[in-house]
């Protein structure tokens, strides 16, 4: 009927403009090109998903969520909300963990930081900054294993409700007075914008010390 000839073309469109109002308007909504699961929390809090592991949060532990399986990611529902978005794994008995999920766990067992599997894939990926490395070195010099660790975890569950780049610029401004307070790093990441620079460290330092009077500030002596 519309042949291969010398206008054909032209005969395809006018048959497709005789059908078009016939045809249904496409849905608004998204069509999730996924697979719906129900799956366990193991004691780790993870799920695991085709042979392999995604994490939750902690609290979530023990209990039964349910998964959509995508391409590409694994969303966790609970609680009629999303409580985990992870990347899908391809290699059986693979673990894709997410730091930010074992925080509260790390804070009352701060000794399993150092060899935690979410660790080495959040430096892996760079979720850990070297920022957070010397925040993490001084506070431990200066407060010890525990204490400094903890205060690490503090400064981390800023990334929940603060832009990275904002918190980056508040870890940079506290440890250019010396100063390991998670509290100074929360008001210099509210306070700051994340392309601000400072101009010379002995004018950060100087601002810095006006801000926090209270604080110490004290630079550590070299061991």
Known sequence: MTGRGPGAGDRIHALAALERPA???LPVERLAAVTRLTVHVDTKARVCV????CSVPTRFSGQRVTVELGAETVTVHADASIVAVDVRGVHRRSEMLDLDHYLEGLERRPGALPGATALAQARATGGFRPEHR???????????????????????????H???????????AALSIDNIDPAVVAVETRRLPPTRAYRS???????????????????EVPR
Do not use: S
């Not at 460290?201 to 630079?219: E, F, S």
């Open 23 to 25: 045809m249904w308007v």
């Open 50 to 53: 085709r042979q392999c592991f």
């Open 134 to 160: 010397q925040f993490w070195d001084l506070a431990r010099r200066r407060n010890g294993d525990t204490a400094g660790t903890r205060a690490l975890c503090d400064v981390l569950l800023l990334h929940r």
């Open 162 to 172: 603060h832009h990275t780049d904002h918190v980056i610029t508040g870890i940079r």
């Open 201 to 219: 460290r002995t004018r950060a330092r100087w601002t810095l010390r006006q801000r926090h009077p209270r604080a110490d500030l004290t630079p």
